[in-house]
């Protein structure tokens, strides 16, 4: 069975250093593929579960717990909802950064938690020895210390933490799929809302924005910025141990594999690239009016879990409608970035688009390259 990841790290970082890492550093990205494994399988299937779940009170409340190096989850509660800041770092930037998420949320587009119904929000730090990764696992944030080697703390970045709690979003808006285009979707999602928690929180304009996830997560011994860059994908890292970006902008240079989950974490780039080109184009603060139209999208029952490319520039375009009209600004924002991308929207009017195709329709204009990971 391959290894299938759910975490801020695509894999194939990890596959790198555990073939051209030194002989401690092989071991711990092993492990970090292992344990990257059980995450995403129960994501998955916790997703299929989500709309039958209780329903909790509609109130902020946070609880980190230490798994203290261990595997055993969630680990021993250190701070709840209300208490005093600890002696932690990891600790208190998980709970800090788990409140930023939920205000944002809260906020902008007036959702409550997760779920929109208040749950709770559990998460666990320290977690394995030197683990590099951040996952949601369909219950729970994950945070791994990193090997101090060429990956600082993952709780560090705000939005590597607004990534990971937006699968949680998806998971009960839209329960996206998780390979192919529909988790390349998954991660986009979370990458759009990931930098605009950022940049509401640094009160950034669109302009003012680096449009990086993960900028903190390297050490200053990798030659990279961040694990991805949304406004030119493919220039986040060129390291001689990690590898060069693989992320594509364009449609033409759509990527085929059968890693990565046939490559979420690598062609989540093109949509990427259509957002911040939406976002930079409208200026202002992006959160206002793309982010809005996004989350639109995403909440309103215009995608569902085998979306594809095609069906999130449909929904998009149709959100901007619905909220701006068809002949204002942000509507030909939208429908430009996605042409720009190479995906020519058509005129949309369904409010249900791509609930129920059963494989991949989009072909790359060209034939796609092949990674050199298994």
């Known amino acids: ?20 890492g030194e002989a401690e550093d092989r071991a711990r ?9 059980v995450p995403r399988r129960e994501r998955a299937a916790l997703t299929q579960l989500a709309g ?48 930023k998420t939920y205000d944002y949320f809260r906020r902008v587009h007036g959702r409550r938690s997760l779920d929109d119904h208040g749950l709770g929000i559990r998460s666990t730090v320290h977690f394995g020895e030197g683990f590099s990764n951040a996952h949601w ?18 709780t560090a970045s705000l939005d590597v933490v607004a990534h990971e709690l937006t699968h949680g979003v998806t998971q009960y808006a839209t329960a996206l ?13 979370s990458d759009v809302f990931g930098i605009l928690v950022k940049q509401y929180w640094l009160g950034q304009t669109a302009a003012q924005s680096d449009w990086l996830i993960g900028a903190d997560l390297f050490t200053d011994r990798v030659n990279g910025v ?25 449609m033409r240079h759509y990527v085929k594999t059968h890693a990565d989950d046939r490559g979420v974490h690598i062609n989540s780039g093109i949509p ?23 989350y639109h999208a995403l909440t309103r029952g215009h995608l569902g879990p085998r979306s594809q490319f095609r069906h999130c520039a449909e929904a998009t375009t149709l959100a901007a ?26 005129d949309v009017t369904s409010p249900r688009l791509g609930i129920r195709p059963q494989r991949d329709t989009f072909e790359p204009p060209v034939a796609a390259a092949e990674l050199p990971f298994g």
Not at 232 to 248: K, N
Request: charge should be neutral; glycine fraction near 10%.
């Open 1 to 20: 069975m391959s290894v299938r990841s759910c975490g801020i790290l695509p894999p194939y970082l990890l596959r790198a250093i555990a073939a051209n």
């Open 29 to 37: 990205a092993v492990a970090a593929l292992s344990l990257s494994a």
């Open 52 to 99: 039958a779940l209780l329903l909790p009170p509609r109130i902020k409340r946070r609880t980190v717990h230490d798994a203290e190096q261990g595997r055993v989850l969630p680990g021993r509660i250190v701070r709840t909802e209300g208490e005093r800041r600890t002696r932690d770092v990891s600790v208190d930037e998980a709970y800090d950064a788990a409140g």
């Open 137 to 154: 696992d369909g219950r729970q944030l994950i945070f791994g210390d990193g090997d101090g080697k060429y990956f600082h703390r993952f």
């Open 177 to 189: 799929g998780a390979s192919g285009q529909c988790g390349a979707l998954a991660e986009h999602f």
């Open 226 to 250: 961040a694990v991805r860059s949304m406004k030119a994908p493919g220039t986040a890292y060129d390291d001689p141990l990690l590898g060069r970006d693989q992320q594509p902008a364009h």
């Open 272 to 294: 990427n690239h259509a957002f911040s080109l939406v976002a930079t184009r409208l200026g202002g603060f992006a959160w206002e009016v793309a982010g809005r139209i996004w």
């Open 321 to 346: 409608a619905e909220l701006h009209g068809t002949d204002s600004e942000p509507h030909d924002a939208v429908r430009s970035a996605w042409s720009a991308v190479g995906i020519e929207v058509r």
